[in-house]
T-cell receptor
Framework: DAGITQSPRHKVTETGTPVTLRCHQT?????MYWYRQDPGHGLRLIHY???????DKGEVSDGYSVSRSKTEDFLLTLESATSSQTSVYFC??????????????FGEGSRLTVL | SQQGEEDPQALSIQEGENATMNCSYK?????LQWYRQNSGRGLVHLIL?????REKHSGRLRVTLDTSKKSSSLLITASRAADTASYFC??????????????FGKGTLLTVNP
């Protein structure tokens, strides 16, 4: 299994509070991603990173920010959580298409409930 | 908007039967990938097919790609109860450079009955 861990795995919080999810990898992969998974929507990309301090928005980035200060860690922050952000969040890593593989390796997910 | 769309949304078959899932996408791609997700777990990569390939096999999996129709199919032969899972197709944006990201469909839920 790829060395990728997410924390926390479960979190319950209240509307308006800040939340940070952490993704840690030991594979030294260039690319890191945050997806959310909701019934009826599949997986949707929130933000991704293509290097240290290099990040870009995905299709559902509103209300989320990210940071990548070192290769192994990619943080997802909800500055002020809302009930619509209740979801399962998946981190994924990839060495990228240039490495002739292109596949993503996923963490086990972080289940966030915003009350 | 989502690039890939799987069809059907749900599929129920008996053990030993074959299962076929389809994926359609909208824009040009470098590759198309299929992933599997067991309930409550992360996604696991199954197979990747490049835009210049038409068919690929891996064990009991067979993937086809028709770029003229912007569609792909995943065939699981001789299915087992352990194949019960959701299956997703994913495509890249063919934009190259640092913009490497995959867009996933909504998935097909496969149930294999013993």
């Amino acid at each position: 299994d790829a060395g990728i861990t997410q924390s926390p795995r479960h979190k319950v919080t209240e509307t308006g509070t800040p939340v940070t999810l952490r993704c840690h990898q030991t594979e030294n992969h260039r690319y890191m991603y945050w997806y959310r998974q909701d019934p009826g929507h599949g997986l949707r990309l929130i933000h991704y990173s293509y290097g240290v301090k290099d990040t870009d928005k995905g299709e559902v980035s509103d209300g989320y920010s990210v940071s990548r200060s070192k290769t192994e860690d990619f943080l997802l922050t909800l500055e002020s959580a809302t009930s619509s952000q209740t979801s399962v969040y998946f981190c994924a890593i990839s060495s990228g298409l240039a490495a002739n593989t292109g596949e993503l390796f996923f963490g086990e997910g972080s289940r966030l409930t915003v009350l | 908007s989502q690039q890939g769309e799987e069809d059907p949304q749900a599929l129920s078959i008996q053990e030993g039967e074959n299962a076929t899932m389809n994926c359609s996408y909208k824009t040009s791609i470098n590759n198309l990938q299929w992933y599997r997700q067991n309930s409550g777990r992360g996604l696991v990569h199954l197979i990747l097919i490049r835009s210049n390939e038409r068919e690929k096999h891996s064990g009991r999996l067979r993937v086809t790609l028709d770029t003229s129709k912007k569609s792909s199919s995943l065939l699981i032969t001789a299915s087992r109860a352990a194949d019960t899972a959701s299956y997703f197709c994913a495509t890249d944006s063919n934009s190259g450079g640092s913009n490497y990201k995959l867009t996933f469909g909504k998935g097909t839920l496969l149930t294999v009955n013993p």
